[in-house]
């Protein structure tokens, strides 16, 4: 792009000190400089928030340490704020929850907050147990399918609860208590298997789950429900079963790392062919991911502090990736690493098996000079291993294109920061809008930006 297009114009302005009227919710990048220094990450987004809701099940005050700074905790320090708990911050990232005073809130009040993320549908289990009724509106999250949450509602019925579909949400109460079940989950769903967990700790007998997701994120809450005094043990093939106890207390919990934001910032090294230390990463969580950066031509080195990644400079190699659950490739994993593929020397495939709509994001690359195909149902080349889903979809990565600037809006939260990369490695400027949604998942993304050396306009 040439200095004379109005973006040019507003980095001349930057270049004199003036505002350049750019809304909180953009950035203007200037690309094609490699990303290179240190950033940490903190607790996991997909940990933090269901941490927090497992705090109101206890009978004495909570602390989690290592909270991340991002929109989703917030959202869930409300409601539960809203159900009586009192949050106060500690020093540095740490934040204690006190469940003593739990009330019933006014469904106004929880209303508010529909649509604005996923999580208040595991309040359903904690809520029955302490209140003996909860409501929960309509939820929210990325737009990235259909995510419905029959698998939540069959589970809690198995328990016992009473579910009544309303308008602007859903209500339950559990008539005679809740108590074990025999559960088997028609797929291994994060956040129906989070929902068994948090309803059987404190369910009347013995509960066993089939079919499980056993995600490091589910590991750690299973090792803070341990800490509050639940009895469960992590069977083979899946299974988890779990003894109710009468009572549960607090925990003090360190949260595991943000290995999608681990992910994110790797490929954000590999993409922008720079050299970037992610403090806080740690091997065992992240191996999966580890071997296809490893196919694809990218360098780690794993330190007892964090994981180095960087580009050596060599060109990158094709690779054929299929999203999975724990311990495959995560879905979270592939739109960053798409923008990555783009510069790879061939034809990359990613199968999305988890979602039925992950894909929809490369449209954008597409305007910024990629060459990628989405194939809507799915392609069979003969080499799968995760198996066949009915509404899974696959992108088609034919490289290496350059990449030029352009206007994008972010559509969700892992296509989003797949933007940021992309235009990061893109010869000439990029806008970027709807910025916010990435503070969603990614703490202080700005700040980080600014340590690794990117060139950009950000107007708070
Ligand atoms: N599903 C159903 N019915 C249900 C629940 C799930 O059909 O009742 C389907 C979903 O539609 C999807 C599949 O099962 O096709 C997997 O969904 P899952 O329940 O595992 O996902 P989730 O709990 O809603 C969490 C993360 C996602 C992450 C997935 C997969 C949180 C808040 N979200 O979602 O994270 O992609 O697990 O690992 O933990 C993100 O961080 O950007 C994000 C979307």
């Not at 909180?24 to 928030?49: C, F, H, M, Q």
């Not at 809130?105 to 309040?123: V, Y």
């Not at 360190?254 to 403090?279: C, H, P, Q, Y």
């Amino acid at each position: 792009m040439s200095d004379k297009t109005a973006e040019g114009l507003k980095l001349d302005a930057k270049k004199s000190g003036q505002r350049v009227g750019l809304t909180s919710d953009e950035i203007i990048i200037n690309g094609g400089r490699p990303l290179r220094g240190r950033i940490e990450v903190r607790g996991a987004k997909n940990l933090a928030t269901k941490a927090m809701v497992a705090a109101l099940l206890g009978k004495k005050k909570s602390v989690l340490r290592n909270v991340p700074n991002i929109s989703d905790v917030r959202v869930v320090a409300g409601l539960l704020a809203l159900h009586g708990v009192l949050i106060t911050r500690g020093k540095n990232d740490e934040w204690i929850l006190d469940p003593s005073n739990v009330e019933v809130a006014h469904a106004p009040d929880i209303d508010a907050h529909a649509g604005s993320s996923r999580i208040p549908i595991l309040f359903c289990g904690p809520l029955l147990h302490r209140l003996g009724e909860a409501f929960i509106p309509d939820l929210g999250g990325c737009r990235i399918g259909d995510r419905p949450i029959d698998f939540h509602l069959d589970a809690l019925r198995e328990f016992g609860a009473v579910i009544e579909k309303l308008p602007s949400g859903i209500s339950l109460t559990a008539p005679n208590g809740l108590h074990g079940a025999n559960i088997e989950l028609p797929y291994p769903s994060v956040g129906a298997t989070e929902q068994v967990l948090l309803t059987a700790v404190l369910a009347k007998g013995q509960t066993e789950l089939r079919n499980a997701a056993i995600e490091p994120e589910i590991v750690d809450l299973i090792c803070i429900l341990q800490k509050m005094g639940a009895i469960i043990t992590i069977e083979a093939n899946r299974v988890i079963f779990i003894e109710g106890v009468e009572e549960l207390g607090g925990y003090n919990h360190k949260a595991i790392f943000d290995r999608n934001e681990a992910a994110s910032w790797a490929a954000a090294a590999l993409a922008t062919k720079g050299d970037i230390m992610v403090g806080g990463a740690r091997q065992e969580d992240m191996m999966t991911f580890l071997n296809a950066y490893r196919k694809i031509g990218g360098q780690f080195e794993v330190l007892d502090d964090g994981i180095r990644f960087w580009h050596d400079g060599e060109a990158l190699k094709p690779v054929i990736i299929e999203t999975d659950v724990h311990p495959g490739f995560m879905t979270d994993w592939q739109q960053p690493l798409v923008v990555a593929l783009t510069q790879a020397e061939g034809v990359s495939t990613i199968h999305e098996t988890v979602y039925e709509n992950r894909l929809g994001f490369t449209s954008a690359l597409n305007k910024m000079g990629a060459q990628i195909v989405v194939h809507e149902q799915g392609l069979d080349d003969g080499q799968r291993r995760v198996m066949r889903r009915e509404f899974e979809q696959a992108a088609v990565i034919t490289g290496p294109t350059p990449l030029h600037g352009a206007e994008v809006e972010v559509p969700d939260l892992r296509g989003g920061f797949s933007y940021l990369i992309a235009a990061l490695a893109a010869e000439g400027q990029s806008k970027i809008t709807n910025l916010g949604i990435i503070s969603r998942g990614y703490e202080n993304f700005i700040e980080k930006l600014r340590k690794l050396g990117a060139d950009f306009i950000f107007e708070a």
